[in-house]
């Protein structure tokens, strides 16, 4: 049985020799007897600047294993592998539908296709490459497609950002590790397996979400793009079917007694036609805010230090503050060398998020510094499932107004003063889509852009330069999470049964990697109800 070895420290330029060197003498091995070792985790220990370390868990096969317990920081490894469960006995007689190919619904679909379940997902988008050519020309000045664009589209909203796929899910049955091994498998780089902080970037991720469509061909699944789902057919409390409308307005019913909706957050007409359908749903807690630029060697050198500035990679951050008034301000989505983006998805609204290429390599950080809000915030709209949508909606319009359908940048100095900005000062700005200068003033509501004030200036103390005057705001950031949870049981089904809520935009997720995670969990459901009858 093999051991893992925990907190293992070198500094950050160490070769794999002083690793295995390191390791040999923790253990009281020689080299010769030391066998292959697999690093399961790696995070850098920046706190004793300007002295770095990586912190390695490690796993090892060892001759004896019990000789080595006594050891500080050895455990065995119980690390169970990813298993899906044994086929249910009831018999499933149409192909399982999902909507989305978002992580949820592709890695539902991945798991379901691999089982023999020959399921059919719907995407109101298009393939991942033609829908990046029509993000960028929306980004050139191109009228808005409201069903491809940063939101819509194969791989989801995920593949339009930095990459991300780290997650606070807590995962006993191995499902983190089967996502990311199935993202090596379709092509993203070994390293994802042991970074803290794993990252695969959008150029990568478009290639390897059109891998992962072609396997769930391959094994009899189905994709059919351009395809929404448009309404729903219950009898009894049971779904019967979906009314799927293709791009040219045609309609037709495709009948099935199981629908996973993998819809990802901004499938807004797909939550209207739920909530007068009677599926149980409730308005939810989410944040909004403003995307913050810097220049990305300012906050390697703030987080790393002189020395290790320029050879680490570009650094992340990681900010939170409670306001004087109690609400939660913190950082979001932040991507290290990235791009701010113009995320919009709806045709006179404007929404931003971030994105990273693979390689990290523009002059700017950028994250979404955002606040918490509550039902309570968006109380105006009633007391409905749907209030915080509604909220969302009215956000996305004022930034467009204030943009004239442009993101609306402004100098972070000339946003505490009122005025509208007329040029960048050291920090240029690195977007994608058309901008304009604009007051942001307004966008939010007076308590929560208060509460943007507090954090910023909190978050300046913490990194010299965060809250600078010409620092690079856009807006608005309102996407960050679903604005509803569709309730659903111990079986992952709505009250409307056959019908599985799953992912982000049903409320269980929040980034790629718990999205897939929750594709996963709502496969094995299926699996372990029914067997296909073909």
């Not at 990252?199 to 189905?222: K, N």
Request: charged share 25%.
């Amino acid at each position: 049985m093999a051991v893992l070895l925990n907190n293992v420290t070198l500094p950050v330029r160490h070769t794999e020799e002083m690793l295995r060197k390191k390791v040999a003498k923790l253990l009281h091995l020689s080299l010769r007897e030391l066998g292959e070792i697999e690093i399961v985790r790696r995070s850098i220990d920046a706190r004793k600047k300007p002295e770095l370390y990586y912190v390695y868990l490690l796993r090892l096969c060892l001759p004896k294993e019990e000789r080595f317990r006594k050891f500080p920081n050895v455990t065995l490894d119980t690390r169970q592998p990813y298993v899906l469960p044994p086929q249910g006995e009831a018999r499933l007689m149409s192909r399982p539908v999902i909507i989305g190919t978002g992580p949820a619904g592709l890695f539902a679909g991945l798991m379901l296709a691999e089982a023999g379940y020959q399921p059919i997902l719907l995407e109101r988008g298009l393939p991942a490459a033609a829908r990046k050519e029509a993000v960028d020309a929306f980004w050139a000045g191109a009228p808005l497609n409201p069903d491809c664009n940063v939101s819509f589209g194969e791989g989801g909203a995920g593949t339009f950002s930095d990459g991300k796929l780290n997650t606070l899910v807590k995962d006993n049955a191995g499902r983190n590790r089967k996502v990311l091994e199935l993202f090596c498998r379709f092509g993203a780089d070994s390293s994802i397996l042991y970074e803290q902080k794993p990252h695969v970037g959008t150029d990568r991720l478009i290639s390897i979400v059109t891998a992962m469509r072609e396997e769930i061909l391959r094994l009899g699944g189905e994709v059919r793009f351009s395809s929404r789902a448009a309404d729903f057919c219950v009898e009894a409390d049971k779904l019967k079917a979906v009314l799927v409308e293709t791009a040219d307005g045609t309609r037709y019913e495709l009948k099935t007694e199981v629908l996973i909706a993998a819809t990802g957050h901004s499938a807004r007409d797909t939550f209207r036609v739920l909530a007068s359908r009677g599926f149980s749903m409730e308005a939810k807690a989410f944040a909004v805010g403003f995307r913050v630029q810097h220049r990305q060697r300012d906050i390697s050198l703030s987080q790393y230090g002189e020395r290790e500035a320029d050879f680490l990679p570009p650094a992340p951050y990681k900010l939170a503050a409670k306001t004087s008034v109690g609400r939660g301000v913190y950082s979001f989505c932040m991507c290290p060398g990235g791009y701010v983006v113009n995320a919009s998805s709806e045709v006179g609204g404007t929404v931003v998020n971030g994105m990273s290429y693979a390689d990290r390599g523009s002059e700017n950080a950028n994250a979404a510094i955002i606040v918490s809000v509550t039902p309570e915030d968006f109380r105006r709209y009633g007391t409905g499932a749907l209030a915080g949508l509604a909220f969302q909606e009215e956000l996305e319009k004022r930034a467009f107004l204030a943009g004239q359908g442009k993101i609306p940048v402004q100098l972070y100095g000339d946003f505490l003063s009122g005025r509208e900005s007329q040029s960048f000062g050291g920090i240029q700005p690195c977007l994608a889509g058309q901008y304009r200068f604009s007051r942001l003033n307004g966008i939010l509501d007076a308590p929560l852009e208060t509460a943007f004030v507090e954090g910023m200036t909190r978050f300046g103390r913490q990194i010299k330069g965060f809250d600078a005057p010409d620092v690079i705001l856009a807006g608005v950031e309102s996407r960050t999470s679903s604005p509803v949870r569709i309730f659903r049981d111990a079986a992952f089904q709505a009250n409307v049964r056959g019908f599985y809520p799953c992912g982000e935009g049903a409320g269980y997720a929040g980034g790629i990697t718990s999205a897939a995670m929750d594709g996963l969990k709502v496969a094995e459901a299926v699996i372990a109800q029914y067997c296909p009858a073909w």
